[in-house]
Every structure is written in structure tokens, then in C-alpha cells.
Nanobody, 117 residues
Framework: QVQLVESGGGLVQPGGSLRLSCAAS????????MGWYRQVPGKERELVAR???????NSADFVKGRFTISRDNAKNTLSLEMKSLQPEDTAMYYC???????????WGQGTLVTVSS
């Protein structure tokens, strides 16, 4: 049973930065393409960015070079460095791995990012 624990969210002003972390226990994340997802109430969860085992990254169009996803396989963690945050980035952020339409791990509690002046 994999447990995912997200952290690092908070309240930040527009243009600010945050670094999110996802710590996993119960299984190594190394074989998996890991992703950050976000969700706002009333909307579906959406992919922010994902990183393959070998380090290849795919990002959503709205990232526009502002976010950097990384992983530390030795520490079994996933990170998301976010810069130039905007109010529309306000959401609950989660990490997971997805195969087709299926998410393989149970969702963690997420970490809330609020961008507001």
C-alpha cells in the first residue's frame, strides 16, 4: 500500500513562488511516471506536469515554463517548483501516477495552494 503525503502549499501573492513536495512510503516510485495534479472545487482534477523514470517531463500548457517538476528516486520523493504564480493556480495539488484513465495509488490529502493579494 503506497501512501502519498503532499506538503509545501500555502498562501502566496501573485508573482510569488512555492515548492511542493510529495513523499511516498510503502513502495518505491522509481518505476513509475509520477505526476502533479490539481483540482479546484467543481472542476475535474487536471494534470500539471509529469516526469518519467528517465527524467523526461511533460507539462500542461498553462505551466508555460513557470513550474519545474523533479524527482529524487533515492529519497522516494517528487517535487514541484512553482514560480510566477497567478490566482488561477489556486487549487489543491496532489501527486500520483496514472495509466490511461486510472490512477494507481490512493490519493493523499493534497496540499492547498492559494494565490491571492
Amino acid at each position: 500500500q503506497v501512501q502519498l503525503v503532499e506538503s509545501g502549499g500555502g498562501l502566496v501573492q501573485p508573482g510569488g513562488s512555492l515548492r511542493l513536495s510529495c513523499a511516498a512510503s510503502g513502495r518505491t516510485l522509481t518505476p513509475y511516471t509520477m505526476g502533479w495534479y490539481r483540482q479546484v472545487p467543481g472542476k475535474e482534477r487536471e494534470l500539471v506536469a509529469r516526469i518519467r523514470t528517465g527524467g523526461i517531463v511533460n507539462s500542461a500548457d498553462f505551466v508555460k515554463g513557470r513550474f519545474t517538476i523533479s524527482r529524487d528516486n533515492a529519497k522516494n520523493t517528487l517535487s514541484l517548483e512553482m514560480k510566477s504564480l497567478q490566482p488561477e493556480d489556486t487549487a489543491m495539488y496532489y501527486c500520483n501516477t496514472q495509466v490511461g484513465s486510472k490512477f494507481l495509488f490512493a490519493w493523499g490529502q493534497g496540499t492547498l495552494v492559494t494565490v491571492s493579494s
